[in-house]
């Protein structure tokens, strides 16, 4: 049995592998309608989303298989006290799959320390979120055609932001990247990041200020959103809160085959006028979305893909 | 340079991360050593660093875990004496996984909230620990 915790719990082989499963069912979704039929996902969503949960549970219903679960800590025996370990036991007698997100960092992996099923990290704290990663990985190969040699900038909160934590982590593993890493001084990606995923293996990397400097050399832009639910002090918030803002006027400076990627939701960092331009990716990523986590739970449940006879790798 | 009398038995601690020795001082409980001086020298000037602490202790050393120093500070050097004479000087081996030992000061972790959950830090493969969960770093200044 695996789990995906974290964005490199899965080897490279093992994720070119779930990218091109994932496109075929985007190109034909109707032939996996019943592939995981009486199949069970648990949504277990202890912090509000919109996107991540219904994606998981629109996946599990487009493969045929049913969901349970709850959308809010509130509502579920959280409230009371109980731990997470203690939650997976009991779901695991209820599904045959989980998807968790928790506002803690690393409450994910302490479910799959005590799990009977598969468990999905869907986003834990400021920590990770790796179907997001591999939903952008996906949304970017079909842009580009490839994942090597791209120029990506993050822009925004990259110091919170844990799609861009996760997102160059794994990218990491394709060769001849760049990164440009566009943010105020307070939201900063990690050192670590720097010193343990870039550093050792020479991968460039620029730190900047300035988003209009780094538009004219991206292959991908990557905005993210200042989380006001990651600060302790609502006077930081507010203060960085429109650090960059991406219009249509600055985006006449990127190349015309650029990609705006954005794990959503947006906020005003992405003015609306953006939306109908076709460099605008944010809407495509929330529909691959879908498909990549049909892969990931056919391929975490063993189930085989029709169209090849086959799992898209052993767990 | 501030002088110390040499060591006839026991031992020195030394390549000790300025500033950290007093932590260190403590997390091996060297205050409750009856048998044996103590010596803590804060700053000494280094060839390597700059800068060092340095820890040394004359007596009866057989109740001490050296082991503690192999998470704290990789750089630490361990010269054991006897008889006035220098009889071994090792490194302190960094255990792969503490479990337990030092706890996880990210609020925003795990550990923090849920009942029962062990504090576990894994060795990464830039010598550093980071916490399981949430992989903030162990840093010994935070002690």
Known sequence: ?????????????????????????????????????RKRLAS???????????????????????????????????????????????????????????????????????????????????????????????????RKGHLDGLTIGFCGDLKFGRTVHS?????????????????????RVPDYI?????????????ETRSLEEALPQLDILYMTRVQRERFF????????????????????????DMAVLHPLPRVNEITLDVDDDPRAAYFEQAQNGVYMRMALIMTLLGLKDPKTGEVAFQC | MLKVDEIQNGVVIDHITAGTGLALYHLMELEKLNDASVALLQNVRSQKSGKKDII????????????????????????????????????????????????????????????????IFALTPSGRYRCIYCEQEFKVQNL
């Open chain 1, 44 to 142: 277990l969503f202890y912090e509000p989303s919109t996107r991540t949960r219904l994606s998981f549970e629109a996946a599990m219903l487009n493969l045929g298989g049913q969901v349970l679960g709850f959308p809010d800590a509130g509502v579920s025996s959280a409230s009371k006290g109980e731990t997470v370990a203690d939650t997976i036991r009991i779901v695991s007698c209820y599904a045959d799959i989980a998807a968790m997100r928790h506002p803690k960092e690393g409450a994910p992996l302490r479910a799959a320390r005590y799990s009977r099923i598969p468990v999905i990290n869907a986003g834990d704290g400021g920590h990770s979120h790796p179907t997001q990663t591999l939903l952008d990985m996906m949304t970017i190969r079909r």
């Open chain 1, 233 to 256: 002090n609502e006077e930081d918030y507010v203060r960085l809160k429109n650090s960059y803002v991406l219009t249509k006027a600055k985006l006449a400076q990127a190349p015309a």
């Open chain 2, 56 to 119: 040394k202790i004359e007596g009866d050393i057989t109740s001490l875990d050296f082991n503690v120093l192999g998470y704290l500070d990789p750089q630490i050097t361990i010269t054991y004496i006897e008889n006035g004479h220098v009889t071994r000087k090792v490194r302190p081996e960094q255990p792969k996984q503490l479990v337990n030992v030092i706890k996880c000061t990210n609020p925003r972790c795990i550990t923090s909230l849920e009942e029962g959950c062990d504090h």
């Open chain 1, 1 to 37: 049995m695996r789990h995906l915790i974290d964005p490199l719990d899965f080897t490279y082989e093992e994720t070119l592998r779930l990218l091109d499963l994932a496109d075929r069912i985007h190109d034909d979704p109707a032939a996996y309608k019943d592939v995981a039929y």
């Open chain 1, 194 to 206: 720097l010193t343990e995923v870039l550093d050792p293996k020479g991968i460039p990397y620029v």
């Open chain 1, 167 to 187: 997102l160059i982590k794994s990218l990491s593993r394709w060769p001849n990247m760049k990164f440009v890493l566009i943010s105020p001084e307070e939201l």
